[in-house]
């Protein structure tokens, strides 16, 4: 491993590593003393790459949820009629809630800073923007802020269910009627 200015990759493996800790302790957990030793640098570089713990936080969770865009990109892209984009959506919110635990700890530890802090809720907003675009490729704004919000609701659901979801459809079934669904008196 490089040391000092022949090593361009310090600052790349700082974020991971902070990633990696956040994974595994949480936010409240990461420290410039934690994140140095998992990343094998020394501590000093903490401070010369990133002005505090906010900066690297921040740039952890940029990097995190544009990897998540980019699956939305990359599975929205291949998309080229519409029966093809609606499976898209179907693939988006298996693929995220596929057992993923990592993607689904940062998502939660993410949206806990974002409730809190607002420099972290322009970045879930700046998220939430470009998965909204890569969705208007094939549905309507209005469509795509709503589909938005269920890939996310039903991928955080299927994530922290217990019960298996099976991927295959099948014929919807009548839903009751409301008299027989009512309880007798």
């Known amino acids: 491993m490089a040391t000092g200015r022949t090593d361009p990759e310090r600052r790349d493996r700082i974020i991971d590593a902070a990633l990696d800790l956040i994974v595994d302790e949480g936010v409240a957990g990461v420290s410039h ?6 990343a094998g640098v020394p501590l ?27 699956v939305f990109e990359e599975r929205l892209g291949a998309a080229g009629s519409p029966e093809e984009a609606r499976e898209a959506v179907a693939d988006l ?5 596929g057992g993923n ?11 806990t800073l974002a409730a809190r802090r607002p ?6 907003r700046t998220w939430m923007s470009r998965s909204r675009r890569a969705l208007e ?3 309507d704004p209005a469509t795509a802020r709503q589909l ?7 991928s955080i659901h299927r994530a922290l269910e217990t019960e298996p979801h099976e991927r ?6 009548r839903p009751p009627s409301l008299t027989s669904a009512r309880p007798r008196r």
């Open 148 to 154: 938005d919000a269920l890939i996310e609701g039903l």
């Open 33 to 38: 003393r934690k994140v140095a030793a998992r």
């Open 93 to 97: 919110v298996h693929h995220l809630s």
């Open 168 to 173: 295959a459809r099948s014929a919807p079934r």
């Open 44 to 70: 000093g570089s903490m401070t010369y790459h990133f002005s505090g713990m906010d900066e690297l936080l921040h740039e952890a969770f940029t990097r995190f949820s544009g990897t998540i865009v980019a």
């Open 137 to 139: 490729w094939h549905f």
């Open 101 to 111: 635990q990592r993607e689904l700890i940062l998502t939660h530890e993410l949206y």
């Open 119 to 124: 420099a972290y809720r322009e970045l879930t």
